[in-house]
């Protein structure tokens, strides 16, 4: 894939994300050594290895869920938030 101004545009539409000019190219360049690093990944060979293979011996800790009522974390959130109405997130129409 080829990572050219039309596309760093969209991506920069998509992703709410506004790229100074000077900064283009060198956005560019950087994603695709991503795209690089992520091709490079595919020629490895995983054919045996488990879908749950990990590098880690540990296993995840559960614990019980536990209901937690604070209405300030709510509060704290909204007041964060860029929009909102009322108690409600704001976001922007997404589908057309």
Same mark, same amino acid.
């Given at each position: 894939m080829i990572i050219d101004q039309k596309l760093l545009s969209k991506? #920069?539409? &998509? %992703?709410?994300?506004?790229?100074?000019d000077s900064k283009r190219e060198a956005i560019i360049s950087q994603l695709e050594e991503i795209l690089e690093f992520v091709e490079n990944?595919?020629?490895?060979?995983? #054919?045996g &290895? %488990?879908?749950?293979?990990?590098l880690s011996n540990e296993s995840l800790t559960l614990r019980e869920d536990v209901k937690n009522?604070?209405?300030?974390?709510?509060?704290d959130v909204l007041n964060h938030a860029p929009h909102r109405d009322g108690n409600f997130f704001f976001v922007p129409k997404i589908i057309e």
């Open positions: 991506l #920069e539409h &998509l %992703s709410y994300l506004k790229i100074e990944l595919n020629e490895l060979n995983t #054919e &290895l %488990s879908s749950r293979f990990s009522v604070d209405r300030n974390v709510n509060i």
